[in-house]
């Protein structure tokens, strides 16, 4: 890893962050996911509840199995709507890796009744991804998962509790080449109302 995260600004990881779907054979250490893991805990929780559970795939067979899941899930959820060859060419591929080649998955987990847990997981998520960047590694939220990764015998085999689902699944790995940056949006301000000037001679 090239990053030190002591010496990474806010603004740069920030700034430098963007979704990779590349990744360089080599695996992460498991020092770098302790880490991102002690990271992500330090997010904002609502009533100081730390809903949060994690597990950690490192396991290529494994990701392999809950990647044709997720694919099944998605042919199953088209079937529902118009299928067409724009929505069905990815994972239509004989080669289909829903999770891009990259050698670790970290799932963010909550109990199921929690009524913020779910928005607790994205801030600690939101920690890992930034963190991840600091230390030279890439990220990208695999949301077509998700389906997979509930289900009772992934779940089961996950170690992930009847009582608990999946929120966040995030792959991470080492970035192969540089990721390009992505323009976004400058903010939609609905409203921005102020005080200022009530009362005051213009």
Request: glycine residues 4%; negative net charge; hydrophobic residues 45%.
């Given at each position: 890893?090239?990053?030190?995260?002591?010496?990474?600004?806010?603004?740069?990881?920030?700034?430098?962050?963007?979704?990779?779907?590349?990744?360089?054979?080599?695996?992460?250490?498991?020092?770098?996911?302790?880490?991102?893991?002690?990271?992500?805990?330090?997010?904002?929780?609502?009533?100081?509840?730390?809903?949060?559970?994690?597990?950690?795939?490192?396991?290529?067979?494994?990701?392999?199995?809950?990647?044709?899941?997720?694919?099944?899930?998605?042919?199953?959820?088209?079937?529902?709507?118009?299928?067409?060859?724009?929505?069905?060419?990815?994972?239509?591929?004989?080669?289909?890796?829903?999770?891009?080649?990259?050698?670790?998955?970290?799932?963010?987990?909550?109990?199921?009744?929690?009524?913020?847990?779910q928005a607790d997981c994205w801030l600690a998520a939101q920690n890992l991804m930034l963190t991840a960047f600091g230390i030279g590694l890439g990220t990208c939220v695999i949301g077509?998962?998700?389906?997979?990764?509930?289900?009772?015998?992934?779940?089961?085999?996950?170690?992930?509790?009847?009582?608990?689902?999946?929120?966040?699944?995030?792959?991470?790995?080492?970035?192969?080449?540089?990721?390009?940056?992505?323009?976004?949006?400058?903010?939609?301000?609905?409203?921005?109302?102020?005080?200022?000037?009530?009362?005051?001679?213009?």
């Open positions: 890893m090239s990053q030190c995260l002591d010496n990474m600004t806010l603004r740069r990881a920030i700034e430098g962050r963007f979704s990779v779907r590349t990744f360089a054979p080599e695996p992460v250490t498991r020092e770098a996911v302790q880490t991102l893991l002690s990271m992500a805990v330090r997010a904002p929780t609502a009533m100081h509840v730390e809903p949060w559970e994690f597990v950690v795939v490192q396991d290529v067979a494994m990701l392999k199995r809950i990647s044709d899941k997720a694919r099944d899930s998605m042919h199953a959820m088209m079937a529902e709507f118009h299928r067409t060859a724009a929505n069905t060419t990815l994972i239509d591929q004989t080669e289909f890796d829903a999770f891009h080649g990259a050698s670790t998955l970290i799932v963010i987990c909550a109990p199921i009744a929690g009524r913020f847990a077509m998962s998700l389906s997979a990764l509930n289900l009772p015998e992934v779940k089961q085999e996950l170690g992930i509790p009847s009582e608990s689902q999946a929120v966040a699944p995030i792959i991470v790995g080492i970035p192969c080449g540089e990721v390009p940056a992505v323009e976004r949006k400058p903010p939609h301000v609905l409203a921005w109302r102020s005080s200022e000037g009530i009362g005051s001679s213009q």
